[in-house]
C-alpha cells in the first residue's frame, strides 16, 4: 500500500483528481480530506491499514490536484457533497465505504459534515462511514425530511444536466415564444416577447 496512482475525472469545470491505494477489485473506500487539506492526507494512514481493499483519497475542487472553480463562483459546502457523488459515478461504486478527516467531516460552523451528508443522502450507497475528529451530523428531527427530499433532488438534477451534454435546441421566434409562455403562465405574450428579445440569441436555424 506504498505505491499508489493518480486518478482524474472530469468534471464542467475541469477535472477532480485523485490517488488510490490497493487493488481496484478490493473493496472500495472512498477518502475525503480535511479543510485546505488534499488527499495527501491520507498517505501516513493508508499503509497502515488493512491490505485488500482500494483506497480512493480525492482532492476537493480548488484543493490538490484539482481544478479550481470559475473565477467567482463560490464553494458552496452541498458542493463538495456533489463532488463524491461525481466521483462514486465515475468509479462505478454502487456501494462502498467513507472515510472522512476534519472539513471531509464538518464545515467553520459544526452544522454541515460531508461523509455524513452523503450518507444521509445517499444511504444505499455506504455500507460503513469512519470519520476522524468529528462531531456527528447536527440536524433537527423535524426538518429531516424536507432537507433530504431537497438537496438530493438538487444533487440528482444538477447531475442529470451533467450527463446529457445537449447542444441547445434552435427554435422559431413563434416556438420560442410559445415554449416560455407554456413555462411561465404568469406571462402575457407582449411580455414574452420582451423577455426573449434579451434572453435568446438568434442564429440561422432559429
Not at 459546502?77 to 478527516?101: I, S
Not at 450518507?119 to 425530511?145: H, Q, R, S, W
Not at 433530504?148 to 446529457?164: G, Q, V, W
Request: charged letters at 20%.
Amino acid at each position: 500500500l506504498g505505491m499508489f496512482s493518480e486518478l482524474k475525472f472530469p468534471v464542467p469545470w475541469g477535472h477532480v483528481a485523485a490517488k488510490a491505494w490497493g487493488p481496484s477489485e478490493g473493496h472500495p473506500v472512498l477518502c475525503l480530506h480535511g479543510w485546505l487539506d488534499n488527499a495527501n492526507t491520507f498517505d501516513k494512514l493508508i499503509p497502515l491499514l488493512p491490505k485488500g481493499y482500494y483506497y480512493v483519497a480525492m482532492d476537493f475542487s480548488g484543493h490538490g490536484l484539482s481544478s479550481h472553480r470559475p473565477a467567482g463562483a463560490p464553494y458552496y459546502f452541498l458542493d463538495y457533497v456533489t463532488d463524491v457523488r461525481r466521483v462514486a459515478a465515475a468509479l462505478q461504486w454502487r456501494r462502498f465505504t467513507l472515510m472522512g478527516h476534519s472539513m471531509g467531516n464538518c464545515s467553520f460552523f459544526l452544522i454541515l459534515f460531508f461523509s455524513p451528508q452523503f450518507c444521509f443522502l445517499y444511504p444505499e450507497m455506504v455500507d460503513k462511514v469512519i470519520l476522524l475528529e468529528n462531531l456527528g451530523f447536527l440536524l433537527a428531527p423535524e426538518d429531516t425530511e424536507a432537507w433530504l427530499e431537497s438537496k438530493r433532488l438538487a444533487i440528482d438534477r444538477l447531475l442529470s444536466l451533467e450527463a446529457k451534454q445537449q447542444a441547445p435546441k434552435a427554435w422559431s421566434p413563434e416556438a420560442a415564444l410559445e415554449r416560455l409562455l407554456e413555462a411561465n403562465s404568469h406571462l402575457t405574450a407582449e411580455g414574452g416577447a420582451v423577455l426573449l428579445q434579451r434572453g435568446a440569441t438568434e442564429t440561422p436555424a432559429g
